[in-house]
């Protein structure tokens, strides 16, 4: 392993370890559930949407460092930012494991781009992000 493969996986590791933005979120307007199906972990997302930006986020559940690192990693990345925003840094990411392109906007997500050649991965890596279009769509068809 290369030194910057190990510092990419010491990355990783350290979102695992210790997740930004775990737990529960009292103030949350938008809550939703989301599930992997090839494994049955399953992680709970809180969103404090204020008009049209998500200015809070936490998750909770469990799963492997690959779900777990990328849930910590996309919240720090949507924290701040519109809806729109969220959205579309979504698409890019599942884009990037879907082996289409690495955008630089996604900051540390980049260092899930080698998922895209683990197909029985992909699932891990995008749990946090379907949970977050679903939740963010839910959201819009209630209000
Ligand atoms: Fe369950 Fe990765 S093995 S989320």
């Known amino acids: 392993m290369s030194i910057l493969e190990s510092l990419y996986k010491e990355i990783i590791l350290d979102h695992y ?3 930004r933005n775990r737990g529960k979120l009292a103030s949350a307007t938008i809550q939703l ?4 199906p090839s494994c049955g972990d399953e ?8 008009k049209e930006t998500i200015v809070d986020v936490k998750f909770t559940g469990e799963g492997c460092a690959i779900s777990q690192a990328s849930a910590s990693m996309m919240t720090e990345v949507i924290k701040g930012k519109s809806r729109e925003d969220a959205l579309e840094l979504s698409r890019k990411f599942k884009a990037m494991i ?3 392109g690495v955008s630089e906007e996604l900051g540390d997500l980049t260092l899930l781009q080698g998922i895209s050649k683990l ?3 992909v699932k891990c890596a995008t749990l946090a992000w379907i949970t977050l279009d679903q939740a963010l769509a839910k959201d819009e068809s209630e209000s």
């Open 33 to 36: 559930e989301g599930l992997n």
């Open 17 to 19: 370890r210790s997740p």
């Open 43 to 50: 992680l709970e997302l809180y969103l404090d949407l204020e």
């Open 98 to 100: 879907q082996g289409e």
């Open 119 to 121: 197909h029985a991965r």
